[in-house]
């Protein structure tokens, strides 16, 4: 895949397809994602338009031996599957297509950069980059802080961006809201999904 050169801050000119190309448009896409975080059943979000409407969904399943979360759009389809996998010492994570988890169905894969990193650094390899030594993508940033970067490859180009939501009502009913910015040309279920990954990594890291 051929990007922009690391001097460029340019929108990408081709569209980004990961998961379809369905989930890419000619213009910036905002997102407001909202984090249930008084639940029970933890990994529940739900991902809304500038308007209100539910564009995502992800569900958690915790009671398996791995962290396995489902991406659904509006109407309840299943996107992707997220699965950690186990036994990484990396914190990896594989995303697949629909419901499924063959490996015939993997469509990228992402891990920490190293095991021990103040700030969240994840490196995102497509399927077909099997020898993982240049990262398709990276995410940079402070999860914390709820302020990741998502750039192509080793660029600079970003193709996403993070930022905090603070609201009294956020803090009154136990919901983390934030917005995030996906440039055009990007698949912004892909970016989604990324954010499932950041969430799933960091909340293992402060449990522990």
Excluded at 46 to 75: P, Y
Excluded at 83 to 88: A, I, R
Excluded at 97 to 114: M, Y
Aim: aromatic fraction near 8%; proline fraction near 3%; include cysteine.
């Amino acid at each position: 895949m051929a990007y922009p050169s690391s001097s460029s801050s340019q929108p990408l000119a081709n569209p980004v397809s990961i998961i379809s190309s369905h989930f890419c448009a000619p213009y910036p896409i905002d997102l407001a994602i909202i984090r249930k975080v008084l639940t029970i059943s933890d990994g529940n979000f739900v991902v809304t338009d500038i308007n209100g409407n539910i564009v995502f969904k992800v569900k958690g399943a915790f009671l398996s031996v791995h962290d396995r979360r489902v991406l659904l759009d509006g109407a309840g389809n299943p996107i992707v599957t997220l699965k950690q996998k186990l036994m990484s010492a990396h914190d990896r994570w594989q995303v697949f297509k629909g419901d499924s988890t063959d490996s015939s169905d993997l469509l990228f894969s992402a891990k920490r950069s190293s095991m021990f990193q103040l700030k969240t650094k994840l490196d995102v390899f497509l399927a077909n980059n099997t020898k993982e030594e240049v990262c398709d993508f990276k995410v940079k940033g402070s999860w914390l802080e709820r302020s990741c970067v998502v750039y192509a490859g080793e660029s600079s180009t970003i193709v996403a961006q993070m930022h905090k939501k603070h609201t009294v009502e956020s803090i009154l009913i136990g919901k983390d809201k934030f917005m995030v910015t996906v440039y055009p040309n990007i698949d912004y279920a892909f970016v989604v999904a990324l954010i499932v990954i950041l969430d799933g990594i960091n909340k293992e890291n402060s449990s522990g």
